[in-house]
């Protein structure tokens, strides 16, 4: 089934451009690695970044822009490079007939977690609510496991948060979210997503900033789970 809802234009954008926090832009490379859509959108954003950093450079006549100056000895380097055992000869890919089994972990993430969401050390946060924390430099990245019948806490946002769905599905003020689907909310969202199906509901789930919550309990515990 493909995507019915895609992250915003200029976050693919700022993707394409590699000025993501890099939280935010694990998730939106788990999506755009699975849509077509993105994919092509991503493409478009990189070719006209290349094409403005083009434009931005001075103009050089035929003749210099042919013209490349290599240092003295260079050529030598090169060759005592591939005939050193540093050099590693470049691999080529051949496609395999054999088809692997299908995975809910983004191909991005599998180095890190491996192919099953169900073998990894889910955290409890509540009733009905898990979490697994995943390294990231800026910002929060965390896998959030929601059970059939429960619903997260309201809550508003200090920063964007941009969630995509592995497994499951989810509904909230937004609309109904499913496998595939990314959510990327500003500050201004104020939502209480809750499952929608009677299966767990597993998202990745990227937050440059703390989220707000109304209630008293959820702000007391929001230490604990780094949220």
């Not at 450079?57 to 380097?77: F, K, V, Y």
């Not at 910002?139 to 592995?166: D, F, K, N, Q, Y």
């Not at 299966?199 to 515990?221: H, M, N, Q, W, Y």
Request: hydrophobic share 35%; proline share 8%; charged share 20%.
């Amino acid at each position: 089934m493909k995507p019915q809802h895609h992250p915003d234009s200029s976050s693919l954008m700022s993707y394409a451009a590699g000025s993501l926090p890099d939280s935010i832009a694990t998730v939106i490379a788990c999506h755009v690695s699975t849509c077509e859509q993105c994919q092509r959108n991503v493409a478009e954003a990189e070719q006209l970044g290349r094409f403005l950093m083009e434009s931005s450079l001075p103009e050089q006549s035929e003749e210099e822009s042919q013209h490349i100056d290599l240092a003295p000895n260079a050529r030598d380097d090169i060759l005592a490079l591939i005939d050193s055992d540093e050099y590693v000869e470049p691999q080529v890919v051949v496609e395999s007939d054999v088809q692997e089994a299908p995975s809910d972990v983004p191909l991005p993430l599998q180095p890190l977690l491996g192919k099953s969401l169900d073998n990894l050390l889910w955290k409890s946060m509540a009733p009905g609510l898990k979490q697994f924390v995943l390294p990231a430099t800026s910002g929060t990245l965390r896998l959030l496991r929601i059970a059939p019948g429960t619903s997260m806490p309201i809550h508003s946002h200090t920063g964007s948060e941009v969630t995509l769905v592995l497994r499951g599905s989810y509904y909230d003020e937004m609309g109904r979210f499913g496998a595939g689907d990314v959510a990327d909310l500003d500050p201004e969202v104020e939502h209480q997503p809750a499952t929608a199906t009677g299966e767990d509901c597993i998202c990745l789930i990227a937050t440059d900033a703390p989220l707000k919550f109304s209630g008293l309990v959820p702000r007391l515990l929001q230490p604990f789970f780094q949220l």
